[in-house]
């Protein structure tokens, strides 16, 4: 079923808009009346009126069950969104590029306020369409999964669809970096403790795992867990059971167990830096992120997705130029989505009239060159 109905009626960008979301691997009906069970109605403002306006449009949403409402004008002087009924309704005006989908940055913009109400995770390249179909089929089962990739590769996004995918997404995802918090505390934030189990416990907690009580507890870096908490998190994995600090008997955990790392972690098994009869129990489904740079492109649509993000609330929302698209794909991207994402941000600080230029992405600059820049302006 198809959570999203494009009504073809005199929608000229239609097709376009079909393609990039099937890309994104959301399916998208096309015809003149929505099937129901549609989340998100999307029309041209001339299939609007041929409806006899906004009532008789929201009268066909209402019947197939959509909550909410997209209305593209086409062929407008510059983009612009305006929202009506609470939200649930978006008023688009889309100019015409004539460039392709990859490159046209109003479009791609339009296809992530529409796919974003369905799917969160951004994708264009075909490789990370084959990721988000694998994740989907895992989500099908409560089997654990090991993603392993690149710092910034996006792989707590990925974890994130495989919950929202299973039949645990009402439930609590949990996710917890086990580089960010000190060893001595760890065991404890993880697994829980009673009252009075160690000095300064003045109130019983019941941790981490038991916080995401059926639904998806991530462990993020788990390659960075002391070992002596791994046999402790296998015990966990085997029985689905718990011990709380200071409790006498152990509490039984319905999770979902998604594990993340950024290194090798056959050669850390090896250096007996991490067990390998946990990791075995782990990577029972393995998924893997790709660097960005090896899929390119993503980079298009996730520079307009971060420029919708981190654009100031009730202004204009600024355009990506073609030949700054070129620019973006053109980057290596060391640092991953996380460097672009940054990127982005200060382009958001450099651009002016709406328009964001190569000029303003200040790929490579350093702290200096950003001062200057950024004096000049002022």
């Keep these: 079923m198809a959570l999203i109905h494009i009504l073809d009626d005199a929608f000229e960008a239609g097709a376009a808009v079909a393609q990039l979301l099937s890309r994104r691997r959301i399916a998208a009906e096309r015809g003149a009346k929505p099937a129901a069970g549609t989340q998100v109605l999307v029309a041209s403002a001339a ?4 409806l006899g306006g906004a009532r008789g449009l929201t009268d066909l949403a209402r019947g197939a069950g959509a909550k909410s409402i997209v209305v593209v004008s086409e062929g407008a002087a510059s983009f612009a969104v305006a929202e009506e009924m609470g939200g649930r309704m978006l008023r688009v005006a889309l100019p015409r590029s004539g460039q392709p989908a990859l490159r046209d940055a109003g479009l791609m913009t339009l296809v992530d306020m529409i796919g974003g109400q369905v799917q969160g995770m951004v994708a264009a390249d075909a490789a990370t369409g084959e990721l988000i179909d694998l994740a989907h089929r895992v989500a099908r089962t409560d089997v654990t999964v090991f993603i392993n990739g690149p710092t910034g590769s996006g792989k707590e996004v990925l974890a994130r669809t495989v919950h929202a995918a299973s039949r645990r997404a009402a439930a609590p995802f949990v996710a917890i970096n086990c580089a960010a918090i000190p060893e001595n505390m760890l065991e404890a934030i993880l697994f829980g403790h009673e009252k009075g189990a160690f000095t300064g416990a003045s109130n019983a907690n019941k941790g981490i795992i038991r916080a995401a009580e059926g639904g998806t507890l991530m462990l993020d870096e788990i390659s960075e867990m002391p070992m002596g908490l ?10 689905r059971a718990l011990t709380p600090i200071g409790a006498q008997a152990e509490v ?3 999770i979902r167990v998604i594990a993340t790392s950024n290194r090798d972690m056959e050669e850390e098994v090896r250096e007996r830096r991490f067990r390998e009869d946990l990791f075995y129990r782990l990577n029972v489904f393995p998924l893997a992120t790709r660097a960005l740079c090896e899929r390119p492109e993503d980079i298009p649509v996730l520079a307009c997705a971060m420029v919708r993000r981190h654009a100031a609330a009730g202004q204009p929302l600024p355009m990506l130029t073609p030949d700054a698209i070129a620019a973006l794909v053109a980057h290596d991207w060391p640092g991953n989505v996380r460097e672009l994402e940054n990127v982005i941000q200060r382009a958001l600080v450099m651009q002016e009239g709406g328009r964001i230029t190569p000029n303003d992405l200040l790929i490579q600059a350093a702290t200096p060159t950003v001062t200057r820049l950024m004096a000049r302006a002022v």
């Design 47 to 50: 299939a609007e009126a041929g």
């Design 230 to 239: 791994q046999s402790k998190l296998l015990r966990v994995l085997q029985e």
């Design 252 to 254: 039984a955990v319905d």
